[in-house]
């Protein structure tokens, strides 16, 4: 299995419109819920910390294969969503790896 996870900081000059922008994020993804071919994980968390320094949202998505997620990054409904949301962010950071589940 891989995992992806990804996390962006969101346009916004007051707190109630970063709000707003993290809202559209998570509900723009929550939106690929069941239409990705591979993806059998798709959770978003918007921030609480009021640490500076903090990202504003974040997507954890787990993929059957390396291809599976290879095909996301290129599936037409992904593109709409990255259309949709590109100019709400500052930054993004990501990391792809293997899930190797071991005993607690």
Not at 33 to 62: F, H, K, Q, W
Request: proline letters at 4%; hydrophobic letters at 40%; a negative charge.
């Amino acid at each position: 299995m891989i995992r992806q996870i990804v996390m962006w900081s969101v346009r916004g000059d007051t707190p109630p419109e970063r709000q707003v922008a993290r809202e559209r994020v998570r509900d723009a993804f929550e939106s690929l819920r069941g239409r990705i071919p591979g993806m059998t994980r798709l959770e978003i968390g918007l921030n609480i910390s009021s640490a500076d320094y903090a990202c504003d949202v974040v997507l954890v998505s787990d993929f059957v294969s390396r291809d599976a997620l290879e095909a996301y990054a290129i599936h037409a409904e992904h593109k709409r969503v990255r259309a949709e949301l590109d100019t709400l962010r500052l930054t993004r950071y990501q990391i792809d790896y293997v899930v190797v589940e071991e005993p607690y």
